[in-house]
C-alpha cells in the first residue's frame, strides 16, 4: 500500500504510533492458501445443489451443509424501500479451525445469486467478530474481488451495524481497492433502533448477543441521548388508513363487492395494463420518498390515479409494501406451520392438500390471494419478456405473503414459504378454478 494510505491509517487510529504500528493493528489472522476447488460443487450445476434459501434443511451431504447450519448468512424479508434483505452476523461465525472460509464465500455467493437480479440490502452485523473468528485481510480482500459488477450493481446499500474502530480501520485500508460509486453504499450503524429507518427489526433475525450489547451500549449513554424504542406502539388507524391494518377493516374502506383492498386493486389493474411486459418487475425497488407521499394520500383519503403516475416499478413497490405491512399475513399465522411443512406432501396430494389450507382462511384473505395469484400468473405468463418465471415470483412474493408469529424470517423458512408459494403459482387453476 502508499505511504499515503499508512497516513491516513495512523491519522483515524488517532494515536501518535507509527504507520506501521497501525498496519499490525489490522493483522486478523495468518493468511493461509486458499484449499483447492470442492470438486462436487464444481460437478453441480446451479439446479442440482439445494436451494440455500433452505438454510439448515440442507442435507449432510450438501457441499454447504458445514456451513449453512451455522447460520452466519440469512435471508430476512424486504427492508422499507421494498429491497431483499440480507444478513451476515458476525457472532455466529465459529473459530477459524471450524469453518471453512473458502466454502464460506461460496456459500455467500450462491445466497446472493438468487437475489442480485433484483435491488437488496445487504446488513452485517459486526458485534462478536473477536480474535478467535476473524477473517484475514487477504480474505476480505478476496471477497471484494470475487463479487463481480452484477453483485455490486444492485447492491443498493450496505449497512455495518455496532462498527468499531477497528472496523472502520479496515474500510480505510481497503479504500484503493473499493470503487466510488460502491464506496457511497456503506453505511455505519450504531444503534438498533436506527435500523427501523431502513428495515422493521421483528422481521430481521437478530442474534441475541447483537441485541444484548446493544441493550449494554444504550444503558451507557445519557439519557438525554438514547434512542428510542425499536419498536414504537402503533397509533390508532386513522379514518381512512389502507397500510397496516386489518382486512377484515379494510372491507369498510374501499374494498369491492368481493372484498379486495383499495390499495391491491388500484396496483393491479394499472399493472394489468402497463407492466405485464417490464423486464423486472417486482425486482426494483422505488424512491423512498414516493413511497413514503403514495401511502399518505392512501392513509388520508386521497384519490390516487396510477394511470397518471404511470410508474410501473412504484406501483410494483406499493403492491409489495401494502402485503408487507399488513398486521396478520395474508396466509395468515394459523397457516404458518402447514405452509412451513408443506414441502412434505406427495406431489399427488398438493392440488387438494392447499385447497384444504386455503379453506381455513377469512373470506377477505381468501378473495385478495385468489385476486393477487391470478395477476401473479398473467406475470409469469410474459416471462420470456419480463423474466418473472413462477420461481422468480415466489422468492420475491413468499416473504411477503407469510412469516412467523414474531415475524423472523430465517433461512429455514424462507426456503419452504417460497417453495409453497411457487406451489400455489403452478396450480393456481386447479387450486382456484378458471
Known amino acids: 500500500?502508499?505511504?499515503?494510505?499508512?497516513?491516513?491509517?495512523?491519522?483515524?487510529?488517532?494515536?501518535?504510533?507509527?504507520?506501521?504500528?497501525?498496519?499490525?493493528?489490522?493483522?486478523l489472522v495468518q493468511d493461509k492458501p486458499w484449499p483447492p476447488d470442492d470438486p462436487v460443487s464444481i460437478s453441480k450445476s446451479a439446479t442440482d445443489i439445494k436451494s440455500l434459501s433452505e438454510g439448515s434443511h440442507l442435507s449432510r451431504d450438501d457441499p454447504f451443509y458445514e456451513i449453512a447450519k451455522h447460520q452466519i448468512v440469512e435471508v430476512a424479508g424486504d427492508d422499507n424501500f421494498g429491497r431483499k434483505v440480507?444478513?451476515?452476523?458476525?457472532?455466529?461465525?465459529?473459530?477459524?479451525?471450524?469453518?471453512?472460509?473458502?466454502?464460506?464465500?461460496?456459500?455467500?455467493?450462491?445466497?446472493l445469486d438468487k437475489y442480485v437480479e433484483s435491488d437488496y440490502t445487504l446488513i452485517y452485523f459486526h458485534h462478536g467478530m473477536t480474535s478467535e473468528n476473524k477473517l484475514s485481510l487477504?480474505?476480505?480482500?478476496?471477497?471484494?474481488?470475487?463479487?463481480?459488477?452484477k453483485y455490486k450493481k444492485n447492491i443498493k446499500a450496505f449497512y455495518i451495524v455496532h462498527p468499531t474502530m477497528f472496523i472502520r480501520t479496515v474500510l480505510i485500508f481497503f479504500k484503493p481497492l473499493i470503487s466510488f460509486k460502491f464506496g457511497?453504499?456503506?453505511?455505519?450503524?450504531?444503534?438498533?433502533s436506527e435500523l427501523e429507518e431502513i428495515v422493521k427489526c421483528d422481521q430481521l433475525v437478530i442474534p441475541s448477543r447483537v441485541r444484548a450489547y446493544d441493550d449494554k451500549i444504550r444503558l451507557n449513554l445519557k439519557p438525554s441521548v438514547v434512542p428510542g424504542p425499536i419498536s414504537p406502539p402503533r397509533s390508532p388507524p386513522l379514518p381512512f388508513q389502507q397500510f397496516g391494518v386489518p382486512l377484515s377493516l379494510l372491507r369498510d374502506r374501499g374494498a369491492d363487492s368481493e372484498g379486495i383492498p383499495m390499495v391491491m386493486r388500484d396496483m393491479i389493474t394499472f399493472l394489468k395494463e402497463h407492466g405485464l411486459q417490464t423486464e423486472?418487475?417486482?425486482?426494483?425497488?422505488?424512491?423512498?420518498?414516493?413511497?413514503?407521499?403514495?401511502?399518505?394520500?392512501?392513509?388520508?383519503?386521497?384519490e390516487v390515479n396510477f394511470f397518471q403516475i404511470e410508474d410501473v416499478h412504484l406501483a410494483a413497490v406499493i403492491?409489495?409494501?401494502?402485503?408487507?405491512?399488513?398486521?396478520?399475513?395474508?396466509?395468515?399465522?394459523?397457516?404458518y406451520n402447514d405452509v412451513?411443512?408443506?414441502?412434505?406432501?406427495?406431489?399427488?396430494?398438493?392440488?387438494?392438500?392447499?385447497r384444504n389450507m386455503l379453506m381455513s382462511l377469512p373470506e377477505e384473505n381468501y378473495a385478495s390471494l385468489r385476486f393477487l395469484i391470478k395477476f401473479l400468473s398473467e406475470v409469469s405468463a410474459e416471462s420470456e419478456v419480463n423474466k418473472m418465471t413462477n420461481t422468480n415470483l415466489a422468492v420475491v412474493f413468499g416473504p411477503n405473503l407469510l412469516w412467523g408469529q414474531d415475524a423472523a424470517m430465517t433461512l429455514s423458512s424462507i426456503g419452504p414459504i417460497n417453495n409453497f408459494t411457487r406451489t400455489l403459482l403452478d396450480l393456481h387453476e386447479e387450486v382456484f378454478g378458471q
Not at 487477504?138 to 459488477?149: I, Q
Not at 423486472?280 to 386521497?302: H, M
Not at 405491512?325 to 396466509?331: H, I, T
Open 1 to 27: 500500500m502508499s505511504s499515503d494510505l499508512l497516513v491516513d491509517l495512523h491519522d483515524d487510529l488517532g494515536g501518535d504510533d507509527s504507520p506501521s504500528a497501525a498496519l499490525d493493528q489490522l493483522k
Open 86 to 111: 440480507i444478513v451476515f452476523s458476525a457472532c455466529r461465525m465459529p473459530p477459524h479451525n471450524q469453518l471453512d472460509h473458502h466454502k464460506l464465500l461460496m456459500y455467500l455467493k450462491q445466497t
Open 138 to 149: 487477504s480474505w476480505l480482500r478476496d471477497a471484494y474481488r470475487e463479487f463481480e459488477r
Open 184 to 192: 457511497r453504499k456503506i453505511h455505519y450503524v450504531n444503534y438498533l
Open 280 to 302: 423486472g418487475i417486482f425486482r426494483r425497488s422505488a424512491n423512498v420518498s414516493l413511497v413514503k407521499n403514495i401511502q399518505l394520500k392512501y392513509n388520508s383519503g386521497e
Open 319 to 335: 403492491l409489495k409494501t401494502f402485503l408487507r405491512e399488513l398486521p396478520e399475513p395474508l396466509l395468515t399465522y394459523k397457516l
Open 340 to 354: 412451513v411443512n408443506f414441502q412434505n406432501v406427495d406431489s399427488d396430494s398438493q392440488v387438494i392438500t392447499i
